[in-house]
């Protein structure tokens, strides 16, 4: 694709959100003038955006995140999952649909080809670089080299990205924007069905897309061979790194937006590493999020314990924390629990292996420990492929059981 087209489809996708945006506002005021009054919230929704306020709730709500476990519950090979996002956004319908007793979907749609934009490399995919059911995977290359910081600095963030992502990722940026193209349709879908969902899209921090690019091991050498070169590189990603996609998510009356974190975790690195490097961008990107109107869910991966008292600094009563099992969630609750809500962290293992009497139990454990205010029942990170639906059926109606 050339510069020139890019440039038009870029356009034509801005314009398009403006339309949908228009047409929703539209049809919301066509409402208000055919009943008189404004359409109620959906009530599972309401009930989300109570927890996160830590206010009290009338059933501690679930939240799903099933991208893969959608189209195994479903009998969708992973294969035709990825080779058409509306294939992936009827996955999670029907997933949502036969849980049965949860709140909301943690995204709408979802395609792998996004993880090249947060991981700045190749990501292998079924049916076509991997077997028709073999679960995507991220290819760790290395592929950005040492001097390309000096290349960021000279034409910046978004010319560096887009070249590098179609020069280097095999088109990747080219791939992700017709995703991006077909978003509207995707998340109108999804509404379409009645069916709840959080957010639709992410960013994360200049440490994570450096990270990627470079390696885990080459960005940390990095960090002490030439740490003001990188701190630089950071400060001049950080204007705009993260406005187009606040824009689509507010132009598609999305509630919220993943502010992602995985190889930042406090776990890898020494303190003053992510004094440095991670925290001022993460507190930056929460803010810009929050500014916007949008839920900053803090979806973190790996352990961030050692960190959790710096979250205090996060917008209180308007952000999620997204655990994965790694970080302490208890300490999360007794350091944040009058502060953010607290999301997770049933064991992707309990789910995959466990009896639905074992997971109830378990989650039963979590809404008592960490809720019944101020907290979402979630699985710790995605719900692993093989999970039987029983087990998540489990998860959910241990929150709807639990006491307010």
């Not at 190749?122 to 059911?133: H, N, Q």
């Not at 020069?167 to 509207?184: H, K, Q, T």
């Not at 502060?339 to 466990?354: F, K």
Request: glycine share 8%.
């Amino acid at each position: 694709m050339n510069e020139l087209t890019r440039k038009a489809r870029l356009l034509r996708l801005g314009l398009t959100l403006k339309t949908y945006e228009a047409r929703r506002r539209v049809m919301a005021a066509a409402r208000v003038l055919a009943h008189g009054e404004q359409q109620a919230p959906d009530v599972r929704m309401e009930r989300v955006r109570q927890a996160i306020a830590l206010a009290p709730v009338d059933k501690i709500p679930t939240v799903i995140e099933a991208s893969g476990w959608s189209a195994r519950v479903t009998g969708m090979t992973l294969g035709d999952y990825c080779r058409d996002p509306m294939n992936a956004t009827r996955a999670g319908i029907e997933a949502f649909e036969a849980v049965g007793n949860a709140d909301a979907l943690n995204y709408a749609t979802y395609d792998p080809v996004v993880l090249s934009l947060a991981w700045m490399t190749r990501i292998k995919v079924p049916g076509r670089e991997l077997a028709e059911d073999e679960p995507w995977q991220v290819e760790e290359a290395g592929l950005m080299t040492v001097e390309d910081y000096d290349a960021i600095l000279k034409v910046g963030w978004p010319a560096f990205s887009v070249t590098f992502l179609n020069e280097r990722v095999d088109g990747a940026y080219d791939r992700a924007l017709g995703y991006l193209e077909r978003i509207p349709e995707l998340v109108e879908a999804a509404r379409t069905a009645g069916v709840p969902f959080l957010n639709n899209g992410g960013v994360t921090t200049p440490f994570e897309l450096l990270c990627g690019g470079r390696s885990l091991t080459q960005f940390v050498f990095d960090l002490y061979r030439m740490p003001d070169k990188v701190q630089a590189v950071m400060d001049a990603m950080m204007p705009g790194l993260n406005d187009a996609a606040i824009l689509m998510n507010t132009s598609l009356g999305v509630p919220g937006m993943w502010v992602g974190g995985w190889r930042s975790a406090s776990k890898m690195l020494a303190q003053p590493l992510w004094d440095r490097f991670v925290f001022p961008y993460l507190l930056q990107t929460v803010d810009q999020v929050a500014a916007s109107g949008l839920i900053p869910i803090l979806h973190l991966d790996s352990d961030w314990t050692r960190d959790l008292a710096r979250f205090r600094e996060f917008p209180a009563k308007t952000c999620i924390l997204s655990l994965d099992g790694m970080t302490d969630i208890h300490r999360a609750k007794e350091v944040l629990g009058d502060h953010l809500c607290i999301m997770g962290d049933v064991p992707p293992a309990l789910l995959s292996s466990g009896t639905p009497d074992e997971v109830y139990e378990y989650s039963s454990r979590l809404a008592t420990e960490i809720g019944p205010t101020g907290f979402i029942m979630h699985s710790g990170c995605d719900i692993p492929l093989d999970a039987p639906l029983e087990n998540v059926k489990a998860m959910a109606n241990a929150a709807a059981d639990a006491a307010v």
